[in-house]
């Protein structure tokens, strides 16, 4: 049985998700990458050098940590399972990001306006989705514009950091 989640709920669930999108910076530019530096038909990367195995262990890390925390404070299991889901998928959508952007010819970091900031916003919501938890359409598209908010803060902050060459 799917559960709709309310806007309170969707907002808890989405937490770990920033957290897990945000998170992988904090390995300041390091790492192994997913593809392994193969290349992808047309020649150029498939995912290219920012998107790492650790990227992806340390932000499902921080997001599961992040989701246990809020669960255990609102007693629910639903933003234990909603969180980890969220924060999956958050990674995902920002690799298939990174697959798409490499396809259109963009260099790892090159900025891609909208897919950059809303990547991990729709592979939550879809993650959310395959585990039967839905966020609806209304709330995903009113929450939106809060959510790139809190990415554009969040890459500024890593930018001024250091953590990042570019704000965004
Ligand atoms: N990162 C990582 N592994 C991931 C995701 C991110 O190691 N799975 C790290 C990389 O150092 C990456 C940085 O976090 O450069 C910032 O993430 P993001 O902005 O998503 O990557 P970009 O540098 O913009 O690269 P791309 O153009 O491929 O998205
Ligand atoms: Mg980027
Ligand atoms: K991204």
Redesign the pocket.
């Known amino acids: 049985m799917a559960e709709l989640l309310d806007p309170f709920h969707t907002i808890l669930v989405l937490l770990p998700a920033l957290i897990a999108?945000g998170s992988?910076?904090?390995?300041?530019?390091?790492?192994t990458?997913?593809d392994g530096g193969r290349k992808f038909l047309d020649g150029r990367p498939i995912?290219?050098?920012?998107?790492?195995?650790?990227?992806?262990a340390?932000?499902t890390l921080y997001g599961s940590i992040f989701a246990t925390f809020l669960s255990s404070t609102t007693c629910s299991l639903t933003i234990l399972k909603g969180g980890i889901a969220a924060a999956i998928g958050a990674?995902l959508g920002?690799?298939l990001?990174?697959f798409v952007?490499?396809r259109i010819g963009?260099?790892?970091?090159?900025?891609?306006p909208v897919l950059?900031q809303l990547?991990?916003y729709a592979g939550a919501l879809l993650l959310l989705y395959a585990v039967g938890i839905v966020v609806h359409p209304y709330t995903a598209v009113l929450m939106a514009p809060l959510v790139l908010a809190l990415h554009r803060l969040t890459?500024i902050a890593?930018n001024r950091l250091r953590?990042?060459?570019?704000p965004?």
């Open positions: 999108n992988p910076v904090l390995l300041s530019y390091g790492g990458p997913i995912l290219g050098p920012g998107k790492t195995w650790e990227g992806l340390i932000g990674l920002d690799m990001a990174a952007k490499r963009l260099e790892r970091g090159a900025p891609a950059d990547d991990f890459n890593a953590l990042k060459p570019v965004w």
